[in-house]
């Protein structure tokens, strides 16, 4: 936890980073925010699988049975969505934010050796309680051009227009953003990513950060903990 690591793996310049949290938890806002503020590449699988099933081809509706039902693609099709990714020179040189990757023991061995003889600098994970994430899901609207999701918060009324906030783009509701869904990836997270996350922590590389607060005051709480096993990595000035 937070209070206790002690940081076992290199604090490498540039950062590598994985996020970790339960379905709504907030790893695709807070990825979205450090990866502008740092100028690191945010590497989402799950919008990496949606980018696949919105192309229609025929990996696109292999991988659409199992993200649609809310239960974990195989890994080897995951593993060969993120691969190529991973191996950009872009993020060989600038580092990653990985948002959704690892989600278990086995997934975390194979990024190791992925990025061999590269080193992981920590594990950022958002603790959410079930019964907040699950509200947060259930009122997610997704812009359609720019992908930013906080409108029920921020706009009902832009809702109610089916209006993005940020650009003017059409809303969606996500395809597995249904109760059904939701409720096999909580299952899903509980069995595999949870034992992960102790391990982590086992390791001594798990910052824990309260993510039941604004998405200012994660950022903020994210940054100070990046700070503390990565101090190389260039960081804003926080407030
Ligand atoms: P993925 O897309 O990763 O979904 P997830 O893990 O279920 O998490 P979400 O994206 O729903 O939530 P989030 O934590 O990103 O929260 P967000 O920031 O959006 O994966 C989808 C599927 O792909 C999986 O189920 C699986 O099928 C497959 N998959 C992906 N990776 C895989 C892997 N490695 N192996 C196998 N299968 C894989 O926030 C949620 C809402 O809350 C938003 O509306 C947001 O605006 C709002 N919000 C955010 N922060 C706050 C805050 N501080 N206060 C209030 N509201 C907030
Ligand atoms: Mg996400």
């Known amino acids: 936890m937070t209070d206790t690591v002690t940081a076992t793996w290199s604090a490498p310049t540039p950062l590598r980073a994985i996020l970790l949290g339960r379905p709504g938890s907030g790893k695709g806002t807070q990825g979205a925010r450090l990866s502008e503020m740092l100028g690191i590449p945010h590497l989402s699988t799950g919008d990496l699988l949606r980018q696949e099933i919105e192309s229609g081809?025929?990996?696109?509706?292999?991988?659409?049975?199992?993200?649609a039902r809310g239960r974990l693609v195989p890994d080897r099709l995951v593993l060969?969505?993120?691969q190529e990714h991973l191996d950009a020179i872009e993020v060989r040189e600038l580092g990653f934010l990985l948002d959704g990757f690892p989600r278990s023991v086995t997934q975390l061995i194979a990024l190791e050796r992925m990025i061999a003889p590269q080193r992981l600098s920590c594990a950022l994970e958002l603790l959410l309680p079930e019964r907040e994430a699950g509200h947060r899901l259930l009122t997610r609207f997704v812009c359609t051009t720019c992908g930013s999701s906080p409108h029920m918060r921020q706009g009902p009324a832009l809702v109610a227009q089916n209006t993005c906030m940020r650009c003017g783009g059409e809303l969606r509701r996500r395809l597995d953003d249904d109760v059904t869904s939701i409720r096999q990836r909580f299952t899903e997270f509980e069995r595999l990513t949870k034992p992960l996350v102790e391990w982590l922590d086992r390791r001594g590389v798990l910052l824990t950060v309260d993510a039941a607060r604004t998405p200012d005051e994660v950022t903020t709480a994210l940054l100070t903990s990046i700070e503390r096993v990565a101090p190389g990595v260039m960081l804003p000035q926080l407030s």
């Not at 081809?57 to 993200?67: F, I, K, M, P, S």
Request: glycine content about 8%; cysteine-free.
């Open 57 to 67: 081809n025929a990996l696109g509706r292999d991988l659409e049975r199992y993200v």
């Open 80 to 82: 060969e969505v993120i």
